[in-house]
Structure formats: C-alpha cells, structure tokens
C-alpha cells in the first residue's frame, strides 16, 4: 500500500522546536520532490516548505526561513523537517507530499498526501 506517514508532532512551549518526520511505504522518495504543507484552523492549506530528490535544493515559506530546516535521508525513506523557535502561529496540521516539482517552497502538481501530524504552540 502506498502511503506517507507523517510523526513528530505535538504541544510546545513558544521558542521550543520539534522534528516532523515523513515515511514512505509502498514505494520509494528517493527520486522524488518532497514537501510540507500546514493548514491552520479556518485557513487554507498553505506551502511550507520543499526539498529537491538530491536534497542539493530546499526552499522555505518567508514566514518560517531561518527557523525550519528541512532535510532527507534517502537511505530511510524519510524526509524531515526541524522546526526552531517555534511562534504560536505555527500552530497546525503539518502534511508531507510528493509532486511534480518545487514551486518555490511549494510542491506541484502533488501526487499523494499523507494525513498530517498536528502541531500547537502554546504557553
């Protein structure tokens, strides 16, 4: 079964940091664009940021640069994304995805989603 499975999330304190993780089973990321996507309660869907097959290229939201890293590790069949300094406006549901291309920070023409893992800053 094809899916991607994101982990890591949870509550923490404003200034604190977490690490989202995105798995892959069913098929392989390693040739793939991966990227990440949070929807806040009432808004839209919005990028975050986006990662190239190789890792050599990653691109962010201007809202979450110099805070958010995100990484690969191709061997794992993982993506990841640090988050630092962690604002109460990062609260959301935090969803990786595959597509056709990074658009910016954003990923294109998305082939699958994974469920999203839920992040809430708060003091």
């Known amino acids: 079964q094809v899916q991607l499975v994101e982990s890591g999330g949870g509550t923490v304190q404003p200034g604190g940091s977490l690490r989202l993780s995105c798995a892959a089973s069913?098929?392989?990321?390693?040739?793939?664009?991966v990227g990440w996507f949070r929807q806040a309660p009432g808004q839209e869907r919005e990028g975050v940021s986006c990662i190239s097959p190789g890792g050599t290229f990653t691109y962010y939201a201007d809202s979450v640069k110099g805070r958010f890293i995100i990484s690969r590790d191709n061997a794992n069949n993982t993506v990841y994304l640090r988050m630092n300094s962690l604002k109460p406006e990062d609260t959301a549901v935090y969803y990786c995805a595959t597509g056709a291309r990074c658009s910016g920070h954003v990923v294109d023409s998305v082939s699958y989603w994974g469920k999203g893992t839920p992040v809430t800053i708060s003091s």
């Open positions: 069913g098929f392989t990321l390693n040739y793939k664009i």
